[in-house]
């Protein structure tokens, strides 16, 4: 497929009013997203796991203006209050999807949205929120196109929040989604992402991931900005084929369910994406004195327990403790006595590898 097979037709009856909800989940990559190109793919291939419970609800009032133009008029409220804070990321996202969508140009919008997890924790909601309002796109657009199959609305719904934020892509399906071309990986591509298509140990389909939220403050380097430090990184191509590398590695270790190496590369991952930005230049740190105690705490305990628990970061201080669902209970109470005292405000999420979006 290409980009022209996402282009809509020239619609007729298009309706006056229509409104859609989607509630949409956070993901967190096991081999990570960092650099990419002028058009929004990636670098590498990246995969990861979809969340259940830190979601995204948005519902998007489309009203039919008296004439089509190309003058994006939205509106955008975070559960009650209006707010500006997430506009220019949003009027850029329908600017770049309007030559795919260009229905849009007839309406004005009004968008509502309300996350599950604290709005300042910290945690990226760019993935949850660019892919719940995809998701309403799409409905519009299944709405106006009746041959529309399930599998096209699901990858243009992929497509699309690809442009709105990269990692949002991997945010529409549930259980462990793969963005990227890859050799080696079949029907893979830079345009969406897919389910990833090998099997998978039992084991990782309800991983569990508990979210520490170290810093809830903006971050001093955005995602976006992070990525464009990857172009002259003197670093960078040795990480684009370290992670198409990490993508075969984990490509075995899915299937026979190894947690020992399985707990390696995901470390192995995380650390390389911090110091890819402490290396870039100009360099900078995202992680916190708490962080580092929360993750030789976390290698003190699976040393001395042997229980498979590790830790994953994004691109900020926040903590992503992964362990299987056997034994939880013992892992949850060493997190609420020895990890919980590092978090701001003593707060984290319990999460787990989830079904996808849905619409409400
Ligand atoms: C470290 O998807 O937030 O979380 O495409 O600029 O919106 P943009 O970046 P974003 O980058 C996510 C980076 C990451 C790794 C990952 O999710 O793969």
């Known amino acids: 497929m290409s980009e022209e097979n996402f282009k809509a037709n ?21 081999i990570k997203y960092w650099g990419k190109n002028k058009n929004q793919t990636p670098k590498n291939t990246s995969i990861s796991f979809t969340l259940s419970n830190s979601r995204t609800i948005t519902t998007l009032e489309l009203n039919k203006k008296n004439k089509a133009d190309n003058n994006i008029l939205f509106d955008v409220y975070y559960k009650n209050k209006k707010i500006d804070e997430f506009r220019p990321k949003i009027d850029l996202f329908f600017r770049n999807i309007l030559e795919h969508c260009s229905y849009l140009k007839e309406y004005s919008f009004k968008i509502i949205t309300a996350n599950t997890f604290p709005h300042s924790s910290g945690i990226a909601s760019s993935a949850s929120g660019m892919s719940a309002l995809a998701l309403c796109v799409m409905s519009l657009e299944r709405d106006l196109d009746s041959t529309m199959k ?8 992929s497509f699309l929040s690809r442009i709105g934020s990269g990692s949002a892509c991997r945010s529409i399906l ?9 050799t080696e990986v079949e029907k893979s591509t830079d345009l969406y992402s897919i389910k990833y298509p090998y099997e998978i140990c039992k084991d990782f389909l ?3 991931d508990t979210i520490l939220l170290v810093d809830t403050e903006a971050k001093k380097v955005s995602s976006s900005d992070g ?27 899915l299937k026979n369910g190894n947690l020992n190496s399985f707990t390696s590369l995901i470390e192995e991952e995380a650390m390389m994406l911090h110091a890819l930005m402490m290396t ?4 900078y740190v995202l992680i916190k004195p708490n962080t580092l105690k929360i993750i030789n705490s976390i290698k003190n305990y699976r040393e ?9 970061l994004d691109a900020g201080a926040n903590v ?13 109470s060493f997190i609420e006595s020895e990890l919980k005292k590092y978090c701001k405000n003593h707060l984290y999420i319990k999460d787990k590898v989830g079904f996808g979006s849905i619409q409400l």
Request: proline share 5%.
């Open 320 to 332: 992503h403790v992964l362990y299987p669902k056997e034994g939880e209970k013992e892992v949850e």
């Open 206 to 208: 309800d991983y569990n």
């Open 280 to 283: 870039s230049n100009p360099s």
């Open 304 to 312: 001395t327990t042997k229980i498979p628990i590790c830790f994953t």
């Open 10 to 30: 020239n619609f007729t009856n298009l309706p006056d009013i229509r409104s859609y909800t989607w509630s949409s989940p956070s993901n967190i990559a096991l």
């Open 227 to 253: 990525h464009k430090l990857m172009n002259n990184h003197i670093y960078a191509d040795k990480r684009y084929k370290t992670a198409q590398k990490n993508v075969i590695r984990l490509k075995s270790i």
């Open 174 to 182: 549930g259980g462990i989604n793969l963005w990227g071309k890859h």
């Open 150 to 157: 399930e599998e096209y609305f699901y990858k243009k719904a």
